[in-house]
């Protein structure tokens, strides 16, 4: 089955930028996706990029995808302290059944 | 304002005992999703249904787990028996089941079993 992997932290300062990792194996996932978990809470979906696509942005966020080295990455440009939470990789394919790498914990400090 | 409701949001019970968790979807909603997530295993996936018909449980303990869609308003998961090593938070979440099936989660039941 596929196998989603982050890694489990990720320290910035205010201000500068995040970057969280993912990699998957299967080559045939259609749809990568980025949540967001804050405490106690459930899991929100921050964005998301389709297979055929290289990258994409939302305002602060930037999702590259390398189809090549099957990984994904998202970009936080000017991070606030908001915006500490743990954010999971998820990918599917023709079962359309999400699967979640372990979530990155990012801790922004001042 | 849209959004899966799941009760109940924490449940503490003894060992051996019944535990019935309840989820909403999102109307109009026709995918569902059980997950349970621990700081062992992260999230794994324990049951997906499509238009209430159970698709996928293959990641269900099926000796004590068991999960139903009464009506497309109400998803259940239950154990029975419980055991400590379910202690967990189980999400539930909804897809509109078209294309990219993106899930919107609930914000999950916190079971503790002692």
Known sequence: ?110 | DARVTQTPRHKVTEMGQEVTMRCQPILGHNTVFWYRQTMMQGLELLAYFRNRAPLDDSGMPKDRFSAEMPDATLATLKIQPSEPRDSAVYFCASGPGQGDTEAFFGQGTRLTVV
């Open chain 1, 1 to 110: 089955g596929e196998d989603v992997e982050q890694s489990l932290f990720l320290s910035v300062r205010e201000g500068d930028s995040s970057v969280i990792n993912c990699t998957y194996t299967d080559s045939s996932s259609t749809y990568l996706y980025w949540y967001k978990q804050e405490p106690g809470a459930g899991l929100q979906l921050l964005t998301y990029i389709f297979s055929n696509m290289d990258m994409k942005q939302d305002q602060r966020l930037t999702v590259l995808l390398n189809k090549k080295d099957k990984h994904l990455s998202l970009r936080i440009a000017d991070t606030q302290t908001g915006d500490s939470a743990i954010y999971f990789c998820a990918v599917s394919g023709g079962s359309y059944i999400p699967t979640f790498g372990r979530g990155t914990s990012l801790i922004v400090h001042p």
